[in-house]
């Protein structure tokens, strides 16, 4: 029943959302078209500098030396952002599935490539990327750069052959982009530095001017009387702290590290999933197999495991980043997820049990106020320059909880049953 109201929690979302985009003339995908979302960038005014609150040696720490910051780069890395030639089909671009008016993402639960295909995973929001020390729901990536690269040959997503020549022959000829190749990197265009340029362009994308940023600066009136009891509860009863974390060094929210959440557990047996993942990448090893096996196959349930064979690393993602947050749902790794009242909820009931359920998960016993004010803290983590965005997600989030809210699963959120035993429940139940 559970997983209905989801269902249609999602669709209703994304109806809301469709009709919050329906100014913006579409791309094939969905996606508002490339210029446009070009001009919208152009509005939103970012910069080249180190964000105002970040301590400058982290971010200097986290920028790859010989990929510096530059206009130059940064220029050539907006370009190929937008452009759609970089697809096998000539119909996807970096910016289909990170749509500057959707939050930089696509705001639906999996993402569209080429030829009508959807991958398995969420499409993570780009804003806010540059501290983070490993890209991808697995963080299979270490880098923006190695990222940027990714997509670009993966068969679902942008569909080229991974083929360094025939990439950069789908631009080379094109003027501008020699001389702009030529200003950022000395060099004829190429794949390698497609990447580095992205890298650069990702590493300006920084929105922390929120509500809450500027209310932990002192301006008391800056988020509601709600929000600030949802902030209490965030670092007590709530324990969202333990990996949401805040400081200079880490403005965006997230541990980086990976944890077995319990989402989509009770749909896997992530024992044969394991088998099968190390009996493939056995055959395969190589960086594009697991590339395609994470994104095209229900071998991305195994989330971290796919990188580090770990046991352990089963069902694990990596801590998503909670700035912005109130415009980037659908939510977790497969968007199973339509609002923060839905994120909270299965927070709330310990997961879903599973044997690699990540140790600090567990029920809450919240009520559905504290849950309300735990939500109402969430949304003022988007910065000010997506507050109209950011207003109208809270208010039809708020809707589709008041209309199907997902109310609280006492037994396990007041420990009535203990999540193992509902985990041998739904094993008996199964076996049945």
């Keep these: 029943m559970r997983k209905l109201m989801w269902t249609a929690a999602c669709s209703a979302m994304l109806l809301g959302t469709a009709a919050a985009q329906a100014d913006f003339p579409k791309g094939p995908h969905g996606a508002a078209l490339e210029e446009i979302q070009d001009q919208e960038f152009e509005k939103l005014g970012t910069s080249l500098e180190i964000p105002a609150g ?3 040696e982290v971010w200097n720490a986290m920028v790859p030396k010989g990929n510096e910051t530059t206009p130059e780069r940064v220029a050539l890395g907006r370009k190929l952002y937008f452009d759609t030639r970089l697809s096998e089909d000539g119909t996807v671009s970096c910016a289909t599935c990170h749509d500057v008016t959707r939050g ?4 639906i639960p999996t993402s569209e490539g080429i030829r009508k295909q959807f991958g398995k995973r969420n499409a993570p929001t780009n804003l806010n990327a540059a501290l983070l020390h490993s890209m991808f729901w697995d963080g299979r990536s270490p880098s923006l750069d190695h990222q940027a690269m990714q997509p670009i040959i993966n068969p679902i997503e942008m569909g080229m052959e991974n083929d360094a020549e025939k990439i950069a022959g789908k631009i080379k000829d094109d003027p501008e982009y020699q001389k702009m190749f030529q200003a950022a990197y000395g060099r004829d265009v190429n794949y390698p530095d497609m990447g580095l340029a992205l890298g650069a362009f990702e590493r300006t994308l920084n929105f922390y001017d929120s509500p809450f940023r500027r209310f932990m600066a002192g301006d008391e009136d800056a988020i509601s009387e709600d929000a600030k009891e949802g902030w209490k509860i965030f670092n007590g009863r709530g324990r969202c702290m333990t990996c949401h974390t805040f400081s200079p060094s880490n403005p965006h929210g997230s541990d980086s590290k990976f944890h077995n959440i319990g989402i989509a557990a009770r749909a896997q047996n992530f024992e044969e999933l394991a088998q099968t993942a190390v009996r493939l990448l056995e055959e395969d090893a190589s960086e594009e197999r697991l590339d ?11 989330g971290r495991f796919m990188v580090t064979k770990e046991k352990s690393d089963i069902g694990a993602f990596r801590t998503p980043t909670l700035t912005n947050i109130g415009i980037t749902g659908p939510y977790m790794h497969d968007g199973s997820l ?9 927070y709330n009931k310990g997961g879903e049990p599973n044997l690699y359920l990540d140790g600090g998960i567990e029920p809450l016993d919240l009520t559905d106020k504290q849950v309300d004010q735990l939500v109402a803290f969430l949304f003022s983590l988007t910065d000010v320059r997506f507050a109209d965005q950011n207003q109208k997600f809270m208010e039809q989030q708020q809707a589709q909880a008041q209309k199907a809210r997902v109310h609280r699963d006492e037994e396990l959120s007041e420990r009535k049953t203990l999540t193992f035993e509902r985990y041998h429940q739904n094993k008996k139940g199964d076996a049945k």
């Design 54 to 56: 970040v301590d400058p």
């Design 104 to 107: 930089f993402t696509d705001q």
């Design 292 to 302: 395609e096996l994470a994104i095209g196959t229900d071998l991305s349930e195994l």
């Design 338 to 346: 339509a609002t923060l009242w839905d994120v909270v909820d299965h």
